[in-house]
Structures are given as C-alpha cells and as structure tokens.
C-alpha cells in the first residue's frame, strides 16, 4: 500500500513538474496582455525579452501589433515590430495592423509598417480604402507611392472613392480623383460614389462630383 502511494505521488510530481512551463508560460502572455492594454512600454519590453509571443491575440483576434495601431502607440508598435510580430495577422474582422494604422491616420507607423512589408495591396477591404475612410490624403499618397492600387475594390465592389464620399472628406475625394480614381465603378448595388455622396447628403461632394464627371 506505501509502495503505491509513493508511485502515486511520484507521478503527481511528474505531471506537475512537466506543466509548469507551460503555466509559466500562459502567465507571461496574461501580462503582455495586461501591458499592451495599459501601454506600459518597459513591461511589454521585460516580457518580449522573456519570451512572451508578440502575436497572441484577444478575443476578437486583435494582436498586441493592431491593438497598438488602434491606439495610435507608435512607440509601442515600434517596439513590437523589432520583436518580430507578424505584420499581416487578420483579426475577427478581416482587419491587419497596417490598415489600422491607416484608418487611424498614423502615417509614420503605416510608413514603418510599408518598409517591413506589410502588404498594401490584397483582396477585400485594405489599407488604400481604409485610409480613405477616414480622409487621410497623406497616407494614401504614400500607399501609391508604393504601388496600391487606387481602384482596388471591396467583394461587394466598394472602392476608397466611394468610401471617401460616404464619409464626407471633400479633400480626399479630390485627391483620389486627381490621381486616377474611378468615378464612374459602381459597387454591387450599382451604386457609384456620386449615389454614395447623394444617399448621405453631402452636398459639398454632391455638387463637386457633379461638375468633375461634367468636365471629363
């Protein structure tokens, strides 16, 4: 009988020690988590240096890379990319950390993002169209420069023109004209982004769409 409970316990202690790392481990990703969320830039640095995996994601798929793209810490992204996170990761919605980047205006960090090479030009929803959605002209004239293409369109046929439109970023909608956008690609609906701009009544753009389409 004391012969087995010493095998008994013995295996215990096997099986604990062979876990161990592993909840050490999931310990040292709970605190990046918690770093990244609190943007504590020398703890996320400590735990990287540990080993702690610069891609594990929340929930809704968010890398400790997007997530500090959609809080516009550039310096904690910076931080990360040295680390080696993965540049192209997609979350629950489709989304990659450039495009983040792009939609939020950070145009150093979408430039940073571009040089490591992360990819501008892919299917579906993508950083041209995202950063025309939220009127960033800047990051758009870098996008091209770097070979995005400006009619790229969504899997329902939305474009950054349109996008541009919906929003109501007059400046934008102009720059994208003037560097080769499409006025006349209608989405799946058949809706182009002067039926965009009217649907939102943005009159501004209405009125300019108007009389650029009147000129070609």
């Given at each position: 009988?004391?012969?087995?409970?010493?095998?008994?316990?013995?295996?215990?202690?096997?099986?604990?020690?062979?876990?161990?790392?592993?909840?050490?481990?999931?310990?040292?990703?709970?605190?990046?988590?918690?770093?990244?969320?609190?943007?504590?830039?020398?703890?996320?640095?400590?735990?990287?240096?540990?080993?702690?995996?610069?891609?594990?994601?929340?929930?809704?798929g968010?890398?400790?890379?997007?997530?500090?793209?959609?809080?516009?810490?550039?310096?904690?992204?910076?931080?990360?990319?040295?680390?080696?996170?993965?540049?192209?990761?997609?979350?629950?919605?489709?989304?990659?950390?450039?495009?983040l980047?792009?939609?939020?205006?950070?145009?150093e960090?979408?430039?940073?993002?571009?040089?490591?090479?992360?990819?501008?030009?892919?299917?579906?929803?993508?950083?041209?169209?995202?950063?025309?959605?939220?009127?960033?002209?800047?990051?758009?004239?870098?996008?091209?420069?770097?070979g995005?293409?400006?009619?790229?369109?969504?899997?329902?046929?939305?474009?950054?023109?349109?996008?541009?439109?919906?929003?109501?970023?007059?400046?934008?909608?102009?720059?994208?004209?003037?560097?080769?956008?499409?006025?006349?690609?209608?989405?799946?609906?058949?809706?182009?982004?002067?039926?965009?701009?009217?649907?939102?009544?943005?009159?501004?753009?209405?009125?300019?769409?108007?009389?650029?389409?009147?000129?070609?």
């Open positions: 009988m004391a012969y087995l409970l010493r095998l008994h316990i013995l295996a215990l202690f096997i099986i604990a020690f062979l876990s161990w790392p592993l909840t050490v481990s999931a310990g040292i990703q709970e605190d990046l988590i918690w770093a990244i969320e609190k943007g504590n830039l020398f703890e996320v640095s400590k735990l990287l240096n540990k080993g702690a995996n610069p891609d594990i994601s929340d929930n809704e968010y890398t400790p890379l997007m997530i500090a793209a959609k809080n516009k810490n550039l310096k904690l992204a910076q931080i990360l990319i040295e680390a080696g996170a993965k540049l192209d990761i997609r979350n629950g919605y489709g989304e990659t950390a450039i495009m980047a792009s939609y939020q205006g950070q145009t960090l979408v430039k940073q993002l571009y040089i490591k090479g992360a990819e501008i030009n892919h299917d579906g929803w993508n950083p041209i169209i995202y950063a025309a959605s939220g009127g960033h002209s800047q990051i758009i004239r870098l996008l091209l420069s770097g995005a293409d400006i009619n790229s369109a969504t899997d329902n046929g939305t474009t950054a023109l349109m996008m541009a439109a919906r929003e109501n970023h007059l400046d934008t909608v102009a720059m994208l004209l003037e560097n080769g956008a499409d006025l006349t690609v209608k989405n799946e609906h058949g809706d182009n982004a002067l039926a965009w701009a009217e649907k939102q009544n943005h009159q501004s753009i209405v009125k300019f769409l108007k009389s650029y389409g009147q000129s070609k």
